[in-house]
């Protein structure tokens, strides 16, 4: 940690004597400190933690200026002062981008130098100013920081992108479009899913969604666990309590119930869920698991009641079944033979291949050759081995195995 030896700047003066104060305070107890003077005390120390943010970006500006860290081979001040201070790198960066946004913005960097207004609320101004033209900043960085008297940093964000009403009220609407489009293809372009199964009957995610999709979202689940929606699927007295908890409820409800006729083909296959399950388990004279066409695994009970509600195609083994085999009467597998194939392949039948998802199925003997559209001549293969499988480049050999082993011919 770089230490002031003897502090010459009356900066490097000041920021010892604060290290001085708080350190004199370090351990004293709070608790003879009445209701008027806690809160006035909380709120003085707010505006000086405003103070003191503006003072350390003015700070780590210069330092930026001065190269500092450079003869430690640091490529910037803010890596240096990450390095330092422990802290992430993103957060010193911001810092200095802090410091010369300020640089620009004087009026914003008197008022959080005075404590008048927060680093979110200094931040906010800065980027809803810097995007107008430069002939109106002053005038619409003024309005900013007196909103800032009454406003926080998220309504401030909301006032900032409809600034033109105050500067130009005839450009506000036109204004407002333009900035509402770019964010909006911003937004697209940003949408992010992910989600992983931990193993124990459990899938986490995250996602980033525009605005408009979150509304939607929300209003959907909102509608779901409304009481009255509640009281007419479940009977009186069973209510969701408002919380992450019902939403998440809500949100499997609205994943069970989606209307996969309006989904695309997956595979050839609306991509509706396929369960296996015995005709015992189905029928509740044993409990055994019930098996999806995903490779998971579910309770039979949950297997029991999605048969019954949710969009999934029942398989139930030793039960009544469809004829399979339509001989050469069709070339291309029907929809339940594709079904069958799949359950029964668990997946892409390639050698080395984990695909599960969106299956082709292919004739093991070429419809072209004699080969018949059965489930015995039909193999599942994910897109690209179906693919590869047609490419004469590459010479194809079943195993004994089962799977299908790929060798590029010489």
């Given at each position: 940690?770089?230490?002031?030896?003897?502090?010459?700047?009356?900066?490097?003066?000041?920021?010892?004597?604060?290290?001085?104060?708080?350190?004199?305070?370090?351990?004293?107890?709070?608790?003879?400190?009445?209701?008027?003077?806690?809160?006035?005390?909380?709120?003085?120390?707010?505006?000086?933690?405003?103070?003191?943010?503006?003072?350390?970006?003015?700070?780590?500006?210069?330092?930026?200026?001065?190269?500092?860290?450079?003869?430690?081979?640091?490529?910037?001040?803010?890596?240096?002062?990450?390095?330092?201070?422990?802290?992430?790198?993103?957060?010193?960066?911001?810092?200095?981008?802090?410091?010369?946004?300020?640089?620009?913005?004087?009026?914003?960097?008197?008022?959080?130098?005075?404590?008048?207004?927060?680093?979110?609320?200094?931040?906010?101004?800065?980027?809803?100013?810097?995007?107008?033209?430069?002939?109106?900043?002053?005038?619409?960085?003024?309005?900013?920081?007196?909103?800032?008297?009454?406003?926080?940093?998220?309504?401030?964000?909301?006032?900032?992108?409809?600034?033109?009403?105050?500067?130009?009220?005839?450009?506000?609407?036109?204004?407002?479009?333009?900035?509402?489009?770019?964010?909006?293809?911003?937004?697209?372009?940003?949408?992010r899913l992910t989600m992983h199964d931990d193993g124990h009957g459990q899938t986490h995610?995250?996602?980033?969604?525009?605005?408009?999709?979150?509304?939607?979202?929300?209003?959907?689940?909102?509608?779901?666990?409304?009481?009255?929606?509640?009281?007419?699927?479940?009977?009186?007295?069973?209510?969701?309590?408002?919380?992450?908890?019902?939403?998440?409820?809500?949100?499997?409800?609205?994943?069970?119930?989606?209307?996969?006729?309006?989904?695309?083909?997956?595979?050839?296959?609306?991509?509706?869920?396929?369960?296996?399950?015995?005709?015992?388990?189905?029928?509740?004279?044993?409990?055994?698991?019930?098996?999806?066409?995903?490779?998971?695994?579910?309770?039979?009970?949950?297997?029991?009641?999605?048969?019954?509600?949710?969009?999934?195609?029942?398989?139930?083994?030793?039960?009544?079944?469809?004829?399979?085999?339509?001989?050469?009467?069709?070339?291309?597998?029907?929809?339940?033979?594709?079904?069958?194939?799949?359950?029964?392949?668990?997946?892409?039948?390639?050698?080395?291949?984990?695909?599960?998802?969106?299956?082709?199925?292919?004739?093991?003997?070429?419809?072209?050759?004699?080969?018949?559209?059965?489930?015995?001549?039909?193999?599942?293969?994910?897109?690209?081995?179906?693919?590869?499988?047609?490419?004469?480049?590459?010479?194809?050999?079943?195993?004994?195995?089962?799977?299908?082993?790929?060798?590029?011919?010489?």
């Open positions: 940690m770089t230490a002031i030896a003897a502090p010459r700047h009356r900066v490097s003066v000041a920021t010892a004597r604060v290290h001085q104060e708080l350190d004199a305070v370090a351990g004293a107890s709070v608790w003879s400190m009445d209701e008027s003077e806690t809160a006035a005390t909380l709120v003085a120390l707010d505006r000086a933690e405003a103070k003191l943010a503006e003072l350390k970006a003015r700070v780590a500006a210069h330092a930026d200026d001065l190269h500092v860290g450079q003869e430690v081979a640091a490529s910037s001040a803010a890596n240096w002062l990450a390095h330092q201070t422990q802290q992430t790198r993103a957060e010193t960066y911001r810092t200095v981008r802090l410091g010369h946004d300020l640089e620009q913005h004087p009026l914003t960097r008197t008022a959080l130098a005075a404590g008048r207004v927060c680093v979110d609320q200094a931040r906010v101004i800065v980027q809803a100013v810097d995007r107008l033209p430069a002939d109106v900043q002053p005038r619409a960085e003024q309005h900013l920081l007196a909103e800032a008297a009454h406003h926080d940093a998220k309504a401030l964000r909301i006032l900032g992108k409809r600034l033109y009403e105050v500067i130009d009220p005839d450009a506000a609407d036109a204004d407002e479009a333009a900035v509402l489009a770019r964010e909006e293809a911003s937004a697209m372009n940003a949408c995610g995250r996602f980033t969604i525009p605005t408009f999709h979150g509304a939607a979202l929300r209003k959907m689940l909102a509608a779901i666990t409304a009481p009255k929606h509640q009281r007419a699927t479940h009977g009186a007295g069973v209510e969701w309590v408002p919380g992450p908890e019902a939403m998440g409820q809500a949100f499997c409800a609205l994943i069970e119930r989606f209307p996969v006729a309006q989904l695309p083909k997956l595979g050839g296959l609306t991509a509706t869920l396929v369960v296996t399950i015995t005709e015992d388990s189905l029928l509740g004279r044993v409990e055994r698991a019930g098996l999806l066409d995903t490779g998971d695994r579910i309770s039979p009970g949950a297997a029991r009641r999605l048969l019954c509600e949710a969009g999934v195609v029942p398989v139930v083994l030793g039960g009544d079944s469809v004829p399979i085999d339509v001989g050469r009467e069709r070339r291309f597998h029907p929809k339940y033979q594709r079904i069958a194939i799949t359950v029964r392949d668990q997946g892409c039948r390639a050698e080395g291949c984990d695909r599960k998802l969106g299956l082709h199925t292919h004739h093991g003997t070429r419809w072209v050759d004699g080969g018949k559209t059965t489930v015995d001549q039909g193999i599942a293969l994910c897109p690209w081995h179906h693919a590869r499988i047609h490419d004469t480049t590459y010479e194809a050999r079943m195993q004994p195995s089962g799977k299908v082993a790929f060798h590029r011919r010489t």
